[in-house]
């Protein structure tokens, strides 16, 4: 049986799945020419009508291409229909994407929906300053890391969403997303989006 690969994943409102879909597809194309087998995760029900803000305004483009010793090209779609996604100007760096939603499960309630990606899957429970929770799920393969990482704000969930194909450095790209995690926790902190 062969291994699953690491998965990416998405909190998104119905309506924006059709971008993720087609960044779901780029970031698992770009490692050869075999058909992608990263699906995207199904969106979790949103309790959010319309989008509040985009959480690269918590993010500094400068520090997010230290973090991750790249630059990157920024992209983040329009007031109505905002995202946060970094790609890299070099082939073969990380990729990210930054997406949000509101939600009155657990954490755990998300991870269980986000379903099991199998054996090459870590999860760990990190202490995120400002924060009222977060999880780190990290999945490796021969090919690519994936980290994904999720935030809590009260009701307020934000994930950060890091693939980058080998070689690649598991330590960096974890602490990378660790730290994006701490300025997303914080801005939603000082800026009263700390909801329920």
Known sequence: ??????????LLPARALAPALGLALVLTGCGGDDEPDLPPRAPIPSELAEPLWNPCDALDPAEVSTLFTATFDQQ??????PRCTFTPTEEGETVLDINYQLYGGTLQDIVDQLGDPGDTSALTTPRIPGSSGARLIVDTDDEALAVTGLVR???????????????????A????????????????????????
């Open 153 to 171: 704000n009260g009701r307020l969930i934000q994930v950060v969403n890091a693939l980058d194909l080998t070689p690649y450095d598991k330590e």
């Open 76 to 81: 983040t779609g329009t007031s109505d229909e």
């Open 173 to 196: 790209t974890v602490a990378g997303v660790r730290r994006l995690l701490t300025e997303l926790a914080s801005h939603a902190k000082e800026s009263g989006l700390n909801t329920g």
């Open 1 to 10: 049986m062969p291994r699953s690969r690491p998965r990416l994943r998405r």
